[in-house]
């Protein structure tokens, strides 16, 4: 595994990095033998230390968390502590996941930059369009709605999209405020209007 380990605002000593190459080798050799690549950030805030976590476990999926805590070392073992916890719950379906080949659809991704307080009003027939900042690739995987919704719980995102692998239309699940997750899916939500339109006549 390609493992980079980095500090914001902290010095990361060898003896951190010996722990995080250790904890992190244990931690995920119990579900995958050969991950492709990890990444930890430390930052320190005050009096409070952060260690953040991704690791990609396999093609398109990332494993995330962060802790903080006020050792460096005590927030590395509670992330990894969390990430442990979410491979665990998805093991079996990890597992049958990674053996399985998944198709993507490429596709453009923006970054729009924030409207300035004094350009929040509506434009003039809706003719200005945001400021792109960045532009670069994505790929968009074809999945069950089940798998959408362990990748992203495994990574900690608050969307996704999808091509629905029953369908083949474009969903996405995201994250509610309420902690459950939802799911739009606009080919049923046609479906659902056109009957509800038969039903009336």
């Known amino acids: 595994m390609n493992l980079t380990v980095k500090g914001k605002n902290i010095d990361v000593g060898e003896a951190l ?22 990444t930890v950030i430390f930052s320190k805030q005050s009096h409070l230390f952060s260690a953040d976590i991704a690791v990609h476990i396999g093609r398109g999926i990332l494993v995330h968390a962060e802790e903080s805590a006020d050792q460096a070392y005590a927030a590395f073992d509670l992330a990894v502590d969390h990430l442990t916890k979410r491979m665990r719950r998805y093991k ?4 049958d996941h990674h053996r399985a080949e998944t198709q993507t659809f490429r596709a453009s991704q923006y970054i729009l930059a924030p409207e300035a307080e004094e350009e929040l009003e509506p434009a003039v027939n809706g003719s200005e369009a945001p400021a792109v900042i960045a532009e670069m690739q994505t790929e968009i995987p074809t999945l069950t709605v089940g798998e959408a919704v362990m990748r992203l719980d495994l990574s900690n995102l608050k969307a996704m999209m999808f091509l629905n692998r029953a369908h083949g239309g474009l969903n996405m699940v995201y994250r509610r405020n309420d902690g459950n997750i939802g799911w739009v899916d606009p080919r049923l939500g046609a479906a659902a209007g056109g009957l509800a339109s038969q039903a009336r006549q």
């Open 92 to 95: 079996r379906r990890l597992r």
């Open 17 to 38: 990095r010996t722990h995080v190459a250790q904890s992190l080798d244990h931690a995920i050799a119990k579900y995958f033998g050969n991950p492709i690549e990890a």
